[in-house]
């Protein structure tokens, strides 16, 4: 979105309500975000980790859904559009993942690694659902958004010496095979959920609200077999 092409504009206010997010069960408070080439880095770890030392205890992920407006909404004058689309035509398909407002948001954005892979998610459109694919290129740092007072995504509250927001940066890898929309993974979260299997805790559902979130190996791997298949 904003004034660089080189960055990624999404809705601020956590008041939002998806046209995806009331297809789902669940809710987090948070605010709606957007701004690859397929191949897995050979330093992505597998699913869920425990890091032994500092972090016992703590969920650790290697894949990912961030989601995006791809249709024209003007907030404070502002168009916030940034489909898969819009990503592709960055200069070297790369832009930042700008304007995450959301504590829990911000901070699976510190998580994640460089090298990962993101499913890019369609939100708050005709037909919300996963378009392609990217790749995490620069791990979290400050989100310049928060001190433009020009920028939807200002915030007042954040200091320059103790930043609240941070971003990440992604690189688009290439389009699914076919869009998998929400409905139809709704379909299987809901059939895993009864009879067992890789979507029956899926983020997508259980915090539909989320704009950035984590997948299990399983999920990812269970999604991206979709395109392959045909649509239920």
């Known amino acids: 979105m904003p004034p660089k092409k080189t960055t990624r504009s999404s809705a601020k206010s956590t008041k939002h309500t998806d046209a995806d997010a009331q297809q789902c069960e669940g809710s987090d408070d948070v605010a709606q975000r957007k701004t690859g080439k397929r191949k897995r880095s050979a330093g992505v770890k597998s699913d869920v980790e425990k890091n032994k030392d500092d972090d016992a205890g703590k969920a650790f992920y290697s894949h990912w859904l961030m989601k995006s407006e791809p249709e024209s909404r003007i907030e404070n004058g502002v168009d916030v559009k940034f489909g898969i689309e819009d990503l592709k035509a960055l200069p070297n398909q790369t832009g930042c993942w700008d304007g995450v407002r959301n504590y829990q948001a911000r901070n699976f954005m510190r998580d994640m690694k460089e090298g990962q892979e993101a499913f890019f998610y369609h939100s708050n459109c005709k037909e919300p ?74 983020a997508l559902f259980t915090r539909a609200r989320l704009s950035v979130q984590p997948l299990t190996t399983e999920e990812y791997d269970f999604v991206l077999s979709l395109e392959n298949e045909d649509p239920i």
Do not use: C
Not at 139 to 154: G, I, M, N
Not at 167 to 176: A, G, W
């Open 129 to 202: 659902g996963i378009a392609g694919l990217m790749k995490i290129v620069k791990e979290a740092y400050v989100d310049h958004t928060q001190f433009d007072k020009k920028d939807v995504h200002y915030d007042a509250s954040s200091k320059a010496d103790n930043p609240k927001w941070s971003m990440v940066d992604v690189q688009f890898e290439r389009m699914t095979k076919r869009f998998i929309p929400l409905t139809e993974l709704k379909k299987y979260h809901l059939q895993h959920k009864a009879k067992g299997g890789p979507l029956k805790d899926m």
